[in-house]
C-alpha cells in the first residue's frame, strides 16, 4: 500500500579495475588453463577473461580482476588447486583511446595504438581517502605528488590524526602504492578509494625491442614524464637475464620510432689471436677483421634466443619491490 517511491536499483554486475595477461609456462597447458578459469568462474562472479595471443608467450588469457589482492588469489588457486604453473604479465588499467568520433577501450597495451594516431588518451581516477598520523603528512603528500596526484582537502580528526583526499591515477595506484604507503608510515596509515571517472593524461605506449624486433610482452602504457624511467629499467633488467649470443644484441626502449634507452648484451668472442706469437701486425688486424665480418654476417641472419626464466623473471611484477 506504502510502496517505495523508485525501485531498489538491479543488480549489477561487478567491474573489472585490473587487467592482466596469464599465459601457460608449458604450451600444452593452455587447454587446462582454459577449464580451470571456466571452473573458477563459476564460484566467482567478478573474473573476467578473454583469450589473447603474445608472440613472445603463446596462446593465453587477458583476464581482469577487481584488484591486486582479486588477482593475487586467483593466481594462487590456478597454481595450488589446478596444478598449473603461469606466467603473469605486469598488471595494467583500462584505457579509454579518442580518434575522432571513434572511442577505443584498451586492456592490453600492445593494442595502444602508437603515439600521433590519436587525439587524446583518457584513464581511470579514484578518490583516495587516507587517513594517518599528522607525523606522516609530508611523507604522504611526497608519495603522492609522486604518483601523479591532485590534492582536494585535508582534515584535522584530532591534533595527531589527519584525513587526506587525493585525486590519483588508478595506474598509479595498483601496482605499489599501498606498500610504499604502508612502509612511509611505518603501517599507521589506512588507505580508502573509490572511482571518480576518467580523465585526460599524456600517455604513451613503450615498447621493448629485441635485435630490433618488438616484444609485445613487455610493452607498457606509461605517463609521457615516467617512459624513459620504465624503458631504463627494462633494458637493463634484459641485459643482465638474456643469456650471450654469438654476435651483439640490442635491447632498446622504443615510443614509436623514437628510441629512448638502449642496453647491449656483448656477443661471445673467441681468441683468434692466441696462437700469434709475435709477428707482423697486419696479419692480427687481418685475423681481427675476418671475425668482424662474420659477426656482422651473423647479426643479420641470427635470431635472438630468449629462455622461458628470462621471461618470467624480467615479467615478475614483485622482483623490483623486493630488491629496494
Known amino acids: 500500500r506504502q510502496g517505495a517511491a523508485e525501485p531498489l536499483p538491479g543488480y549489477r ?68 588447486e589446478f596444478d598449473l604453473e603461469l606466467i603473469s604479465t605486469a598488471p595494467n588499467v583500462e584505457f579509454h583511446v579518442f580518434r ?119 610493452s607498457s602504457v606509461v605517463h609521457r614524464a615516467k617512459a624513459y624511467e620504465y624503458g631504463k629499467k627494462m633494458t637493463e633488467r634484459l641485459k643482465e637475464l638474456i643469456p650471450r649470443q654469438l654476435f651483439d644484441v640490442a635491447i632498446q626502449a622504443s615510443i614509436g620510432s623514437k628510441v629512448i634507452a638502449r642496453e647491449t648484451v656483448k656477443a661471445k668472442r673467441k681468441d683468434v689471436l692466441a696462437k700469434c706469437y709475435g709477428g707482423d701486425i697486419t696479419r692480427k688486424r687481418k685475423l681481427l677483421e675476418t671475425q668482424k665480418k662474420g659477426k656482422e654476417r651473423m647479426r643479420r641472419v641470427g635470431k635472438v634466443d630468449v629462455p622461458q626464466d628470462a621471461f618470467i623473471a624480467a615479467l615478475r611484477v614483485d622482483e623490483g619491490a623486493k630488491k629496494k
Not at 131 to 138: C, E, K, L, M, N
Not at 180 to 198: H, I, M, V
Open 13 to 80: 554486475e561487478p567491474k573489472p579495475m585490473v587487467w592482466s595477461g596469464l599465459y601457460p609456462a608449458d604450451g600444452n597447458d593452455y587447454p587446462a588453463l582454459r577449464e580451470a578459469l571456466d571452473r573458477l568462474k563459476l564460484s566467482d562472479s567478478a573474473l573476467v577473461y578473454e583469450p589473447e595471443t603474445s608472440q613472445a608467450l603463446g596462446f593465453g588469457f587477458r583476464v581482469g580482476f577487481l584488484g591486486l589482492l582479486h588477482m593475487d588469489i586467483v593466481r594462487e588457486r590456478l597454481e595450488r
Open 100 to 218: 575522432g568520433a571513434e572511442e577505443i577501450v584498451v586492456h592490453n597495451p600492445a593494442e595502444m595504438p602508437p603515439g600521433g594516431d590519436y587525439d587524446r588518451v583518457e584513464e581511470p581516477v579514484i578518490y583516495a581517502t587516507i587517513i594517518t598520523p599528522a607525523t606522516y603528512v609530508g611523507a604522504i603528500f611526497e608519495l603522492c605528488q609522486a604518483r601523479r596526484g591532485e590534492m582536494v582537502d585535508m582534515e584535522y580528526l584530532t591534533p595527531e590524526r589527519v584525513e587526506v583526499h587525493y585525486l590519483l591515477p588508478l595506474a598509479e595506484v595498483v601496482f605499489d602504492f599501498f606498500d610504499q604507503l604502508k612502509s612511509k608510515t611505518r603501517g599507521f596509515a589506512s588507505l580508502d578509494y573509490e572511482p571518480w571517472g576518467l580523465q585526460e593524461a599524456k600517455l604513451v605506449r613503450v615498447d621493448i625491442m629485441l635485435h630490433g624486433e618488438p616484444v609485445d610482452a613487455f
